[in-house]
């Protein structure tokens, strides 16, 4: 096999001569597995279906081809060629095997690669020089004929690529120089019995001095048992970069098995398990001793061998714990986690703190001084383990334990140790520097964890989302979920009960210590809870104030699922012990959990996607939401009557009942999806009710609008007590309904845009408005002028609906006036357009604000009337004018008007009080018959004008 990239020469040649040995040994002395010929005999079905199988095919198949040359041929399988293409025998093999130390110098992670069986095909990795790209065909997928084509080329480009790492890897100590040299070359160690050269892998600085050499090689036996038993491990998935971030190669809730630079003061830098994974190796073990190792270990005669000949004590738990020390002291994990839980108490009970200060060594103190010191005490504590934020899993759970230290940044140093009297507290030096470290801190880290309501960080972001749950906001909460695979419409409804269950999931899972939650706002990917119920992320993204950690959108979709599964299922049981918990949904505020939780085991069978409670749920809603909706109609529609009936309008009960279709429409949207929330519909269905529920909601809306705007305008022309204001109500009132109806459409549509569109629709929509607006204006310029000439005439109240004008050359009686025009209809009862523009612009005679009306009559007199008889007659005339009720006495004007030869011509005019032309015409008619009367009792003969 060619020689990899990543392992030097001296381990390579290390274990070259350690598989020629072990594999011999194994083969003499291990039993036979049965488990080694169902592996030998699984079908490329199997092997490659998946992206992850195909690359962990090829890479298993090169780790042990020399051991199994049988296993050539899956790696060749794992290429998009056939054989018959390739120009020698020997071709597709090598190209396979270039193709693996590709992999294995780029370590890109693969072992988490997610399958979508709706993809056909895949790139694997891409950057300017390399690209690998799996795709699939007949069920199988390979890697890519154009991957296979440019393997010779970035296999140099690869080689180039492995010097200028070496140069950096060999500033770091000879295989242990980055994570990938550190585990293949522990697991080589382990699996050669060589545990002492395997505990050079461990950071055992946690571990005394005296105790190093006989419980390192212990240590390393276990953890390599641990790490088999976890699966295989792939060189090609583990990074390689000798800068790089500590990496993670498994992790569960016993512990993780993680690496990282550590810096040698009398040497180079190394590569080791951290602290933490050595102090969670026990509880590792005790998870996963049970289980068989992995299959290719034994494939490759690798497994591990017997533990060392020297071994520390049978068990490192005590089981004798002393009857006088309470659970809660009983070892360093559950003093610690004690604490934790005093603390939290003490944020919302006074009376809580007096307890969080016993887990303190404070002998120091005079007794009467502990309540006063010890609670100050606490809190330093607190602040100074959130910084330290310690991995508690990695503290053991045995009384017998050695004394545990925490160490952080910037000589932070905690330590726990077990006192004379059998309990668990934190040392007395650890209280001593309490003040001192307290003050190391800086502001943010001293900040109480309740005070924090930023999501910067995956602590802060879960203190926000407790916090909130618990002061009953679940809407603050739903910021601290990733929302953005649900549609912006639907996240203000589902959000807030999203929110809660995720809470409630988490409730019923193992308590969440925050002081073990980082706090760094970079960072790769939080897992809160990995297990059977399913997998709690919080993970980074960017949003618009810049960096923030949410639930992931992943998470999100799974918290329906997740919560179905705990659902009936006892809780943790610390929480229950936190007084200030909200756990339980209540009717007010979940009410679709509310019920979910009280419903019948019989009432939960599932049909159609929905259960049988959630089928009734929605029946009884409609049915609910439809007598609603008519009972309010029934309602509405007697005040409106009333309301007709004060304003002396007559009221038809059946337009009113027209007019108030859609305030029953508005009732039954409301009324049914304020019920849909008691059914606690899945949260696909809800999104699309929710959906459906904005275009319903907007529509009826703006429908109501509509309709309420032709119902004022309805009362205001039947009332009868707005006759005094008609003058200009009458211009105001269909200009005005116009203007409402356009906003009301307006509304509506800047209301969807907000809805269904982006974070910056809303400004994008008024911005496009605007253009069109200015676009418009520029090509309407006319019809703006109208427009605003209608607003002049509203404005000088030139006249009012039913007036008499005269227009230049035009007359007519004003019927409406709208947005561009008047229409007047004349005379000879045709209908006189005008714009508005023109009358704002022109001189109106409005005929009909005249209070008198000038009445004006010629007639004419025999000539051979005696004077006398003329002087009686214009007295006469003239008496009988001051004397009518309608007539201005102040200007009436009764003379001889000209003498001619038909006869002497008289003039008669006055000022007649008539508010419409139908009076004025009876009025005038009344006039002519009262001369015609006094002329022929005069006996003045009246006679017709010659032309």
């Not at 509880?283 to 020297?310: I, T």
């Amino acid at each position: 096999m060619v020689p990899r990239f990543r392992i030097d020469s001296v381990l390579a040649l290390r274990a070259g001569l350690f598989l020629v040995v072990v594999s011999t040994v194994a083969a003499a002395e291990q039993p036979k597995d049965p488990r080694v010929e169902e592996f030998h005999k699984r079908p490329l079905t199997e092997k490659l279906n998946s992206p992850r199988h195909t690359i962990e095919t090829l890479c298993f198949a090169m780790s042990a081809c020399d051991r199994i040359p049988a296993l050539m041929a899956d790696a060749v399988a794992c290429l998009d060629v056939e054989a018959k293409d390739a120009s020698g025998t020997d071709t597709l093999p090598l190209l396979a095997i270039q193709l693996y130390e590709i992999l294995d110098e780029l370590s890109f992670p693969f072992r988490t690669l997610l399958d979508d069986p709706n993809q056909l095909s895949v790139v694997f990795y891409q950057d300017d020089e390399v690209r690998i790209a799996l795709s699939q065909r007949d069920g199988l997928w390979r890697f890519d004929r154009k991957t296979v084509e440019q393997i010779p080329l970035m296999h140099q480009v690869m080689e180039g690529r492995s010097k200028q790492r070496r140069t950096i890897s060999s500033q770091l100590k000879s295989g242990l120089e980055n994570p990938t040299a550190t585990l293949v070359s522990f697991l080589d160690d382990a699996a050669a019995g060589d545990y002492e050269s395997a505990a050079l892998h461990l950071n055992l600085a946690d571990i005394p001095l005296e105790q190093r050499p006989r419980l390192g090689p212990y240590l390393a036996w276990k953890l390599a048992c641990v790490m088999q038993r976890r699966g295989y491990l792939y060189s090609a998935d583990i990074p390689i970069d000798p800068n790089g971030l500590p990496y993670t190669w498994s992790a569960n809730a016993a512990g993780r098995i993680r690496v990282e630079r550590v810096h040698q003061p009398d040497g180079k830098d190394t590569w080791l398990f951290t602290r933490a994974t050595v102090a969670a190796i026990e509880a590792m073990w005790r998870e996963e001793k049970d289980h068989l190792p992995d299959v290719r270990y034994a494939l490759l005669g690798k497994l591990v061998p017997p533990p060392p000949d020297q071994l520390p004590p049978a068990s490192p738990q005590d089981p004798h714990v002393p009857e006088t020390v309470p659970e809660a002291f009983a070892s360093p994990r559950r003093m610690v986690r004690a604490f934790y839980h005093a603390v939290e108490e003490a944020e919302y009970d006074d009376d809580a703190s007096k307890q969080s200060y016993v887990f303190l060594d404070l002998g120091q103190f005079p007794g009467e001084d502990h309540p006063l010191v010890g609670p100050k005490r606490a809190v330093m504590l607190e602040a100074v383990l959130r910084k330290i934020n310690p991995d508690l899993s990695s503290l053991p759970d045995h009384w017998s334990a050695l004394p545990q230290v925490l160490r952080g940044p910037g000589g932070l140093r905690i330590e726990i140790v077990r006192q004379p009297d059998g309990r668990w507290r934190f040392s007395s030096e650890t209280v001593a520097n309490l003040p001192a470290m307290y003050e190391s801190l800086s502001d943010k880290d001293r900040i109480e964890p309740r005070r924090l309501h930023g999501l910067s960080t995956p602590r802060e972001t879960l203190t926000l989302f407790f916090t909130a749950v618990n002061q009953h906001d679940n809407a603050r909460a739903a910021r601290c979920l990733d929302l953005s695979e649900l549609p912006s419409s639907v996240r203000d409804n589902l959000g807030p009960v999203l929110a809660f269950k995720l809470k409630y999931v988490i409730d019923h899972l193992e308590h969440v210590y925050l002081h073990e939650v980082p706090n760094e706002t970079d960072g790769p990917l939080f897992v809160l809870y990995r297990g059977p119920v399913g997998r709690i992320v919080l993970g980074p993204h960017d949003g618009p104030d810049g960096k923030v950690w949410t639930f992931t959108s992943a998470t999100v979709a799974q918290i329906e699922p997740m919560f179905n599964r705990v659902l009936g299922q006892l809780g943790d049981a610390n929480r229950k012990k936190l007084r200030y918990t909200h756990r339980e949904p209540e009717w007010f505020l979940e009410p679709g959990v509310w019920v979910r939780i009280r419903v019948p085991a019989w009432l939960r069978h599932t049909h159609l996607g929905l259960e049988d409670y959630q089928w009734l749920a929605l029946l009884g809603a409609v049915a609910l939401a439809w007598v609603g909706s008519l009972l309010l109609r029934w309602l509405v529609l007697r005040l409106i009557h009333w309301f007709f009936h004060l304003g002396n309008a007559p009221a038809d009960l059946d337009l009113l009942r027209h007019k108030l279709r859609s305030l029953r429409a508005l009732t039954f949207v409301v009324v049914l999806y304020w019920l849909i929330e008691w059914a606690d519909l899945p949260s696909a269905m809800a999104g699309r009710l929710y959906l459906l529920e904005k275009l319903l909601l907007t529509a009826v809306l703006a429908w109501l609008g509509f309709q309420g705007t032709d119902l004022g305008c309805l009362f205001y022309q039947r009332t009868s007590r707005l006759k005094s204001h008609r003058g200009l109500g009458d211009l105001l009132v269909p200009f005005v309904a116009t203007l409402i109806k356009l906003a009301v459409v307006l509304s509506a549509a800047t209301y969807l845009v907000y809805q269904f569109g982006q974070a910056d629709s809303v400004t994008r929509f008024f911005t496009g408005l605007g253009i069109v607006g200015v676009a418009v204006s520029l090509a309407a310029q006319d019809s703006l002028k109208n427009l605003f000439g209608t607003l002049v005439l509203i404005g000088d109240r030139a006249f009012r609906i039913g007036d008499r004008l005269i227009v230049g050359d035009k007359e007519g009686i004003v019927e409406q006036v709208g947005f561009r025009s008047t229409k007047l209809r004349t005379l000879d009862d045709s209908l006189l357009v005008l714009p508005n523009a023109l009358l704002a612009g022109s001189v109106i005679d409005n005929l009909g604000l005249r209070v008198f009306r000038r009445i004006h009559l010629l007639f004419w007199v025999a000539i051979t009337t005696p004077l006398d008889r003329l002087d009686a007659l214009r007295h006469a005339v003239r008496s009988h004018l001051i004397a009518h009720p309608r007539v201005d006495a102040s200007r009436v004007h009764v003379h001889v008007h000209r003498i001619a030869e038909s006869g002497i011509e008289w003039e008669v005019w006055c000022y007649l009080e008539a508010s419409d032309l139908e009076s004025e015409a009876e009025r005038r008619e009344e006039l002519l018959c009262a001369i015609l009367r006094l002329a022929e009792s005069l006996q003045v003969e009246l006679v017709l004008a010659k032309k």
